[in-house]
């Protein structure tokens, strides 16, 4: 337990209050509490479109909380989605303390919400998952693919914790100290189409790890490199084009 606690303290940065709100960009909202499979409490946004081409849940990355989103999400109302994001244990207004299998039964949560939100909507569901999101989302679609899921979409995004850990500090074995979000091993055994998205100048999680879980990953299967983006501003940089492309994936791909 002890271990666990050190090793989280360099993988989750939480922030527990909110920086900013929905309306304060003119988004319709809904506030959502659910609860995990073992009873923590999590918190999250349901933002609706009237006419959604496809609904998005939305797995967030390592630090803050959903209301650091907002711009990203913003984007992708316009562009046409329902976007339920919520906050991982620990995260926001989401109560408990942020491990693995613990921000899976997260999202597995989150899931079974927006299934039944979405009940009686004719459009595709699909999980975009940002960052340490991503890993989250590779283990929610191993489940997902039989439950509903018609797509996966991740962004910037690594092939484990291991590899990461490696490069941060490239010491011999270090690597194999954190063995958590194997996420390059998952992805043979998922069966719904892929966009993956990176920054071609990300210095944070190199942009070969994306193209490493690309070639793991089963067709089809679609590569979105964005010149000249970092780690964060992927959709600032990419600009209308990131948009569309990922409408492009909701219209196009899904389904076939």
Same mark, same amino acid.
């Given at each position: 337990?002890?271990?666990?606690?050190?090793?989280?303290?360099?993988?989750?940065?939480? =922030?527990?209050? $909110?920086?900013?709100?929905?309306?304060?960009? /003119? &988004?319709?909202?809904? *506030?959502?509490?659910?609860?995990?499979? !073992?009873?923590?409490?999590?918190?999250?946004?349901?933002?609706?479109?009237?006419?959604?081409?496809?609904?998005?849940?939305?797995?967030?990355?390592?630090?803050?909380?959903?209301?650091?989103?907002?711009?990203?999400?913003?984007?992708?109302?316009?562009?046409?989605?329902?976007?339920f994001i919520f906050d991982y244990r620990g995260y926001g207004h989401s109560k408990g303390f942020p491990s693995e299998q613990g921000l899976y039964?997260?999202?597995?949560?989150?899931?079974?919400?927006l299934l039944a939100t979405t009940a009686s909507l004719n459009a595709p569901r699909l999980i975009f998952g940002r960052s340490l999101g991503g890993?989250?989302?590779?283990? =929610?679609?191993? $489940?997902?693919?039989?439950?509903?899921?018609? /797509? &996966?979409?991740?962004? *910037?995004?690594?092939?484990?914790?291991? !590899?990461?850990?490696?490069?941060?500090?490239?010491?011999?074995?270090?690597?194999?100290?954190?063995?958590?979000?194997?996420?390059?091993?998952?992805?043979?055994?998922?069966?719904?189409?892929?966009?993956?998205?990176?920054?071609?100048?990300?210095?944070?999680?190199?942009?070969?790890?994306?193209?490493?879980?690309?070639?793991?990953?089963?067709?089809?299967?679609?590569?979105?490199?964005?010149?000249?983006?970092?780690?964060?501003?992927?959709?600032?940089?990419?600009?209308?084009?990131?948009?569309?492309?990922?409408?492009?994936?909701?219209?196009?791909?899904?389904?076939?």
């Amino acid at each position: 337990m002890l271990l666990e606690k050190i090793l989280s303290s360099f993988i989750y940065y939480p =922030l527990p209050w $909110h920086q900013g709100k929905p309306e304060q960009r /003119g &988004l319709e909202y809904k *506030s959502v509490w659910l609860k995990a499979e !073992d009873g923590v409490p999590l918190h999250g946004w349901y933002f609706p479109h009237k006419k959604a081409l496809a609904s998005l849940l939305f797995c967030h990355g390592n630090a803050g909380n959903i209301s650091h989103r907002l711009q990203n999400i913003a984007g992708l109302v316009a562009a046409g989605f329902n976007v339920f994001i919520f906050d991982y244990r620990g995260y926001g207004h989401s109560k408990g303390f942020p491990s693995e299998q613990g921000l899976y039964r997260d999202a597995q949560a989150a899931w079974q919400y927006l299934l039944a939100t979405t009940a009686s909507l004719n459009a595709p569901r699909l999980i975009f998952g940002r960052s340490l999101g991503g890993a989250v989302a590779i283990e =929610l679609a191993l $489940h997902a693919q039989g439950e509903g899921l018609d /797509g &996966l979409i991740i962004e *910037s995004s690594f092939t484990s914790l291991g !590899d990461m850990a490696q490069k941060t500090l490239p010491l011999p074995g270090f690597g194999k100290v954190f063995k958590s979000y194997a996420s390059v091993g998952k992805l043979p055994h998922i069966h719904v189409p892929l966009l993956l998205i990176h920054g071609e100048e990300d210095n944070l999680i190199p942009f070969a790890h994306s193209r490493q879980l690309f070639e793991a990953a089963n067709s089809p299967r679609f590569f979105y490199p964005i010149p000249d983006a970092g780690h964060n501003d992927t959709y600032v940089v990419g600009g209308q084009a990131y948009f569309e492309r990922l409408a492009a994936f909701a219209r196009d791909s899904v389904g076939e």
